[in-house]
């Protein structure tokens, strides 16, 4: 047996046993009887959905009906007892099993991009050791996050396959698992895949020429946020107001610092990219993506009754007021939420762009699609995105000779960060602040500093262990 074989044996199995542990054997959320908050209203989807009942259900919800129904007919047919205990129970198989297909289409990604061994397992815990996975799966099992997440997994492999028919399934499949898996499946899909020519022209009234273009987005933004900060009638808030007006300026320079660290990949070559996006798009693929997607909507419309609780309206000023809860509020919340990867991105961003415009225009709209919701702090937004943001990291380090000592630090520290252990229940009762602690919006700003200290230590930490770039 080979080190590889260890190691995944390994790294999986430590994977399976925590997530056991925490879905039968640990605590969970005391809302709803164990459903949670959303979980309580999909519990009763579970318990009752049928066909000629589906007008019942808001299109919100809809998008996301998909693992309830398969608890339903579970149920059903193996004649257990529908109750809130027993979904829960058939829904964490379902999340384990969807898990377990994650990891297995990881290692045949894995294997196509030919990872080394202290690579694949950085990536591996990267991906599977956070926050998300090891704890809240467990914790609050009645949610389509895990799904997601492993959706966009295979939605990866089968686009490096470039396997057109699988990545419309799942699109069509992902529509009733998570709202933007239809979006980010239909990108990969029919958009071109050929690289991205990204030579810079030198002419300097042509590259601020560009830099005014690529700034208009930016320009709309504050106007909109600093409507939001002062004028009454344009703020809208979650649940409560989250912007600390005492550091907002801050907070939208940090804000505007993101969007022109993004932009600078583009200065320079954007009309090029623009003028071959033209030339090698197709009207065919345009028109099947629209088809797709306007089909996809009817159906969902057609059988739901038509109500979102959350409007694109409502979703979009929600971002803004995210955005500047705190100076960096979104970086340290994806950092908190899925581990150190959103902190070796900083280190690799010019190698990580590269990978990008290699995979064509699809992967790109997808990269822009996961930026958009990177720019909230609620990070659950991005599950499906992870493996669009991560890979290109690792496949930048496997350039590198990363030493394996290096990799067993790195999964401890994910485990650290992932917070299994961390017990968010106090004499079986939840508290609210442990919750919260790295949930975005209602985060507490003490967690906040908190964290941003975590923050701050990680990077000295990465930057210590960090290989410079001599190739093997």
Known sequence: MNKRYYTRFFSTTVLFVILILNSFFNERITIGNGAGWDGTYYDTICKDFSIENTKSIDS????????????????????????????????????????????????KISDILSFSVSIELIAFSSLFYNYPILKLLGYYPLLTDYFAFSFGIMLFYFFICRKTTWLLL?????????????????????????????????????????????????????????????????????????????LVLLSIFCIVMYYFFVIKQFAGNGLNILKQFFKDVRISNIVNFALAFVFVRLIIYYFSNHLSRHSFSAFFFEMISESIQAPLSNLINHFAYYGLTFLLILFYWRPFWTFVFNAGFGYLFVVFLSLFLALGNESRYLINMLPFIFIPVFSTLNKYDIKFYKSIIWVGLSLLLSRFWFLINVKNELVWERYMLSQGPWQPFLYYVLFLVFFIISFIIIKILRIDYNEK
């Open 60 to 107: 919100y919800t809809f998008q996301r009906i998909l693992p309830f129904v398969l608890v339903h007919y579970s149920c059903d047919v193996l004649g257990i007892e529908s109750n809130t205990l027993n979904h829960l129970s058939v829904m964490i198989l379902l999340n384990l099993f969807m898990i377990l297909i994650g990891v297995y289409f990881f290692y």
């Open 170 to 246: 799942l699109s069509l499949l992902g529509s009733l698992v998570w709202p933007t898996i239809l979006l980010q499946g239909l990108l990969l899909a029919f958009m071109p895949s050929k690289p991205i020519e990204t030579s810079k022209v030198k002419n300097s009234r042509r590259m601020v020429f560009e830099y005014i273009l690529l700034s208009i987005p930016v320009m709309i933004y504050l106007v909109i946020t600093i409507s939001h900060v002062f004028v009454g009638k344009f703020k809208h808030n979650l649940y409560n107001e989250v912007t600390n007006y005492n």
